[in-house]
């Protein structure tokens, strides 16, 4: 697995990306944590607005919006659970596990990939330190 990730100032537009990459069937929501409602019945403003609720409890935070991109082998047979459990462990071991985030399962490569969309603002609107997260995440798996 690769990763890469990439931090940001616009959770409205890795939303965007992503939503956009649905609806022209290049990809598929396969998971909402930290969301209360049904992923299949959540529109845009909704999705966005969970993210908008944290990143106004500290509006001095500007960069505040993580695009990860976790990509596989080619000859990888990965069904949406395994990518699930593979997303929400990752997320775990990069600190996140209590972020609200998506997942996006992407069908524009030859090769498996998903998308995670978050915040790094907590709920109690403290923020999440993202230097070094990738060596974080290597640390947590050795």
Request: hydrophobic share 40%; no cysteine; charged share 25%.
């Amino acid at each position: 697995m690769v990763a890469k990730i990439e931090s940001g100032k616009s959770i409205r537009g890795i939303l965007h990306y992503n939503e956009d990459k649905v609806a022209s069937l290049d990809a598929r929501l396969i998971m909402a944590s930290g969301f209360a409602a049904d992923i299949k019945k959540m529109n845009f403003s909704q999705k966005l607005n969970r993210f908008k609720h944290l990143t106004g409890l500290n509006a001095a935070v500007k960069t505040n919006a993580l695009h990860i991109s976790l990509n596989f082998d080619a000859s990888d047979k990965l069904d949406n659970q395994k990518l699930q459990q593979i997303a929400l462990e990752y997320m775990k071991r990069i600190g996140f596990g209590d972020q609200p985030f998506l997942v996006y399962r992407h069908a524009d490569s030859a090769h498996p990939h998903i998308h995670i969309v978050t915040t790094n603002i907590q709920k109690d609107g403290e923020r999440i330190d993202i230097h070094g997260i990738g060596y974080r995440f290597i640390r947590a798996s050795t």
